[in-house]
Each structure stands twice: as structure tokens, then as C-alpha cells.
């Protein structure tokens, strides 16, 4: 078929004739006898894709009925005009509904909610160890990160998701700043810091920071498998899916459209690193994420 043929649209009668056709070409032996079996199972495959798709934006348009109509009756309380037993009847139609179409009010509230994003300033003009933990600390937060450059040419980490998850994203990022700062100062007083000969304890400190940013990291994933273990578990739902549709419809909103960017890695001095990943997989997060 040349570029400029014409898009053929096959509509059922169409179809019907394209299999008398063949039929005739395959009895004159024009066309291999297998033609007839692929263009049945071609037809097969178009309508089963059509059929998808159609139940696919049925399922979604009922979906949406079903949140508007559960936000509407959630809206019914006695503060807004309602008798205590109109009330009681909206809740009770609010909690059959969700039972019915496998719902949590956790969904809800999401879908009422509008993303937001913070940044943490870092006061630093190049990368380090510790933005490594940045986008560890957004997916434990269920939130999307990215760094930015200050007009003052310094970076800046934004968290973007919804605003209960971004503010602890934000507070969870900052502790782990105070443990480097706390860990480090502690490296540098001990004897294996002394060991290092001088001109190698710039690398021996940034390998201890390698070291300890990559087990907080290990830390930080081991504790959100945990988290989602125990939430499906009690709910049987997984509600991280649902935040990041959300945050991905926003930022498609905004234009936005992020990029993962590879750092390459330096050498390390194996036992200062191996130290920092001990200590960091060993940092309790418990009050912190509390």
C-alpha cells in the first residue's frame, strides 16, 4: 500500500463482503488458503478490542457517578439543613454504596483533594550523597521529587503530591539531613577516620556519606514493603496507585513532564562505606515518621 492510500474503515457489511472476496480468491487460487483463517481471527481481535474499550469507558462513567453521588451524600449532615434522620439515612446509603462497588473513604477523600508542592532548600551548589535520599524519602510518601536550581544557583528539592503526604515528605527529608550532619560529625571523631592518611579523608568522608545515604535508602524501602504488607492485609486495597494517578493527571495539567537524569557514581573507600551503610540501616525512623 502506497503512503497516500486512503484509511479503509471495515463496518460489518464491509466485513461480510472482504470474506466473500477472499473466499472466491482462495478458491481461483489467488490468495493462500490460510488468508481466510487470518482474516477471521483479524476480525475477531478488532471487535474483542472494541468490546474492551467500550466496557472499559462504561466501568469509568459509572465510577463517576458512584464518587459524585457518595460526595453528595456525604454533604448531608444536620449542619446543613438535614434532620438527624436524614442524616442517618445518607450515611447508612453512603456506607452501602462503598461496600458495593469496593470503595474505602480514604479513595474519596483523595479525589476531593488537589496536589500541592514544597521545597526544601539544600545551600549547596553541587550533588551529594544525601540527594540520594530524596526520592526515596517522596516514594516512602507516596509523592513524586525533583531539584530545581535556585536563582542564587543553589539546589532545591520540590515534593509534589497531596498535601498531607508532601508535608511529611518534607519534615522526613529534613530529619534525614540532621542525621547526616549528626553521623558525619561522629565519623570524623572516630579512629577509623584517624586511620586515613590526610590527603584521604575528604574521600574517606564522602564514602562514609555513600555508604550511609544507601542504607537509609535500603531502611526506608524495607519500611514502606512492610507498610503495604500491613495495609492490604487489613483493607485488602492498595491505595498507591490511586495517589499516583492523581499526582500524574496534575502534572500532566501543569505541563510538566520530568525526567529521571543517571549520576555517575565516584569510587569509595570500601571501609568507610561500609560503615556508613551500617549506620544507616541501623537509624530508627519510628518518632520521625510518627
Not at 490511586?242 to 570500601?270: F, H, M, Q, Y
Amino acid at each position: 500500500m502506497s503512503d497516500s492510500a486512503p484509511l479503509m474503515i471495515v463496518t460489518p457489511s464491509c466485513a461480510h463482503s472482504l470474506a466473500a472476496d477472499i473466499g472466491k480468491d482462495i478458491a481461483s487460487g489467488d490468495i493462500p488458503h490460510e488468508a481466510a483463517g487470518f482474516f477471521a481471527d483479524l476480525c475477531r481481535k478488532v471487535k474483542l478490542a472494541a468490546s474492551s474499550r467500550n466496557a472499559d469507558n462504561a466501568n469509568r462513567d459509572e465510577l463517576e457517578r458512584v464518587l459524585g453521588r457518595i460526595q453528595a451524600l456525604r454533604s448531608k449532615t444536620v449542619d446543613q439543613g438535614c434532620t438527624e434522620e436524614e442524616a442517618l439515612a445518607a450515611a447508612a446509603k453512603v456506607a452501602e454504596l462503598l461496600d458495593r462497588y469496593g470503595l474505602s473513604l480514604s479513595e474519596i477523600d483523595f479525589k476531593e483533594q488537589r496536589c500541592s508542592g514544597e521545597g526544601v532548600e539544600t545551600d549547596r551548589r553541587r550533588h551529594g550523597p544525601i540527594d540520594e535520599c530524596a526520592g526515596t524519602v517522596a516514594v516512602f510518601c507516596d509523592c513524586r521529587t525533583w531539584y530545581e536550581m535556585t536563582p542564587a544557583g543553589t539546589l532545591r528539592h520540590i515534593f509534589f503530591g497531596l498535601p498531607a503526604d508532601v508535608a511529611g515528605a518534607r519534615c522526613l527529608y529534613v530529619k534525614v539531613e540532621e542525621a547526616f550532619g549528626t553521623e558525619t560529625r561522629a565519623f570524623k571523631r572516630s579512629a577509623l577516620y584517624d586511620d586515613h592518611h590526610t590527603s584521604q579523608r575528604r574521600s574517606a568522608t564522602t564514602s562514609f556519606q555513600a555508604g550511609l545515604g544507601h542504607g537509609i535508602c535500603a531502611k526506608f524501602d524495607k519500611l514502606k514493603a512492610d507498610r503495604t504488607t500491613a495495609s492490604l492485609k487489613t483493607s485488602g486495597r492498595d491505595l498507591v496507585p490511586i495517589k499516583r494517578d492523581l499526582i500524574e493527571d496534575e502534572l500532566s495539567d501543569l505541563g510538566l513532564n520530568l525526567t529521571t537524569k543517571s549520576v555517575r557514581g565516584n569510587k569509595v573507600l570500601a571501609k568507610a562505606y561500609h560503615t556508613g551503610r551500617i549506620t544507616g540501616e541501623s537509624l530508627e525512623w519510628d518518632r520521625a515518621i510518627q
